[in-house]
């Protein structure tokens, strides 16, 4: 179980992992790297964060306070508009910030195929808490509003929208195949409009 260190050393243990991760090849560090790179014992970061998912999603909020990323999220989420300008609005937010989160958010994603508590992490932080959650309320309003096709499935929708914009797509992409952002972030609008069947913004 994580306990309590101090508020000063919590933020350079979160930093300096993040820079850690962030540096070639540093995905994959285990914790024994990741005190090192912090400068503390590996001892510490178990007792701080209670596990590597405790640590990753500690990691993953520490960056999200640090931008104003995650409440534009919340209100368009929670705003009124039930049409496509909304999905393209929250979209384009998530795209703005993949880039700034994706180190820690890709290492989620690909760890919870295999490791049952990251899974955990990953659910709590992407679906519950997180980017499904938000396209199932706007989709949800546009189903109402009558903006999507008649029977569409929202929640299926939810799903294959996430697809579109997940860790792992901007990895395969951008990383992988030197996409850039901006052309990124054009396909996942012209997917999505192809899906809708409707102009996305």
Known sequence: MAKSISADTRHAVLEAAWRRMSEPGGMGVGMAELAAAAGVSRQTLFYAFGSRPGLLVAMVRHRDAQTDHVRRLSEIARSDVAD?????????????????VYPVAYQLETDAVVDPDIALAWNDRFFNMGLHRGLERILGRMAAAGALPKGADT???????????????WHLLVTQCRWTPERFRASRRQLMQAVLGTPVG
């Open 155 to 169: 929640a299926w929708l939810a799903d294959l929208f996430l697809s579109f914009v997940a860790p792992s797509a």
């Open 84 to 100: 496509a300008s909304a999905l393209h609005a929250f979209a384009d937010v998530w795209i703005d910030y993949l880039p700034i």
